[in-house]
């Protein structure tokens, strides 16, 4: 942290705290956040912060992102996903973009004006990407899409998506490319499915993609040639899986800290909770997992900016800090009694929304076979 970041971390606290956590039950029951926050957040300068400057974005680093989604965390506002329109989306275009893609689409994501996604995901395929049905098929000077995605975030207000197709079926990974669609108007051929009803993450956007003849020009190829497409997603994923531990250490410690202020204040038997030896000891195996979790992200942070997170690293932070995340969580909601099984406690909605960071960005069981290959 430096004096750049903590200015950083203090508006978004206020903007999370004031603006976007006092509508988080509104977001809940009907699935998904109000687009205007988006716009909001680009106003002050927090929708695309890590965008070159050139592009409408701030200039910073992920170290940036990684202070808002801390931020974001500890204000209990989950809604509103800035790690997939800011600390993933506008990278595969920053990367592999055209300077004309570059202009045209970062723009408009830095400003929130549109929100991004990217269609990995598929019915019938998870993590090996390599086996995705979805196809570009080209004509002329246009791809015609077909297939359907699903869990795709910010999938029901996307107006980008990064779409992950076959433009050579034939072929495994050799044959997946990335091609953005410009979604917003809902063109013919792509049509939105339903908001996915989950056990956690109720606030946050979380939809089916249908793409049935969908027209995108070849211009909106990511990358140089076909069939980079695999090869852009690896390259990526280590920042996504790092994003994933970034908001597992801020659970981490927010759960800690929540269950520390209630079992002081909590009277039972006579005594507040946090007298008893079975709660210290909880709370202080809890702050060590913490402490460890916190100096393993912040290396890691300290490590891809200098351009030196390599893959099995990445895989050993995303899948350890989320395991210590559900265990920890799970271990301070008990402290809380019935009253961590209420969903008016934040240590209830953490508890459901953790599960998920065990699965998405890869699953940790693909997670220890990368971190085992290198063993």
């Not at 893609?101 to 998870?126: D, H, Y």
């Not at 709370?283 to 099995?312: P, Q, W």
């Amino acid at each position: 942290m430096d004096d750049d970041l903590r200015a950083v971390a203090e508006l978004a606290r206020t903007f999370f705290t004031k603006e976007v956590a006092p509508r988080e039950q509104e977001f809940a029951a009907q699935g998904y956040p109000d687009r205007k926050l988006y716009q909001r957040a680009g106003e002050l300068g927090l929708a695309g912060m890590s965008i070159p400057e050139e592009y409408g974005g701030g200039g910073g680093t992920f170290a940036h992102e990684a202070v808002l989604l801390t931020e974001q965390i500890r204000a209990g506002a989950p809604s509103l996903q800035f790690a997939v329109h800011s600390a993933i989306i506008p990278h595969y275009i920053v990367h592999y973009g055209t300077e004309e893609q570059k202009q045209r689409w970062l723009p408009k994501l830095a400003s929130g004006e549109w929100v991004g996604a990217i269609a990995m995901t598929e019915p019938g395929t998870g993590s090996d990407l390599q086996s995705i049905t979805t196809k570009a098929i080209p004509d002329g000077d246009e791809y015609v899409i077909s297939g359907a995605k699903t869990f795709i975030t910010n999938g029901y207000l996307a107006d980008l998506v990064i779409i992950a197709a076959k433009t050579d079926p034939t072929e495994g990974a050799k044959g997946v490319s990335l091609i953005v669609a410009e979604v917003g108007d809902n063109p013919e051929g792509f049509q939105r499915g339903r908001l996915l009803q989950k056990i956690g993450q109720h606030s946050q956007d979380t939809a089916e993609l249908f793409f049935d003849g969908l027209r995108v020009p070849k211009s909106n190829l990511i990358g140089t040639e076909e069939g980079q497409g695999f090869f852009q997603l690896m390259m990526q994923l280590p920042q996504e899986r790092l994003i994933i531990a970034v908001a597992a250490i801020g659970v981490i410690e927010a759960a800690v800290e929540l269950a520390t202020a209630y079992t002081k204040e909590r009277q039972a038997f006579g005594k507040p909770l946090f007298a008893m030896q079975n709660t210290r000891f909880e709370l202080a195996d809890c702050a060590t997992i913490a402490r460890v979790g916190r100096v393993f992200v912040d290396d890691c942070i300290a490590k891809h900016l200098r351009g030196e997170l390599d893959v099995s690293t990445a895989a050993m932070a995303k899948s350890w800090l989320s395991e210590q995340q559900c265990a920890v969580v799970d271990r301070c909601l008990q402290l809380f009694g019935g009253y961590g099984y209420m969903l008016e406690y934040p240590i209830a909605r953490m508890f459901t929304d953790s599960r998920v960071q065990k699965i998405y960005g890869g699953a940790n069981e693909v997670m220890k076979e990368l971190v085992s290959r290198t063993l």
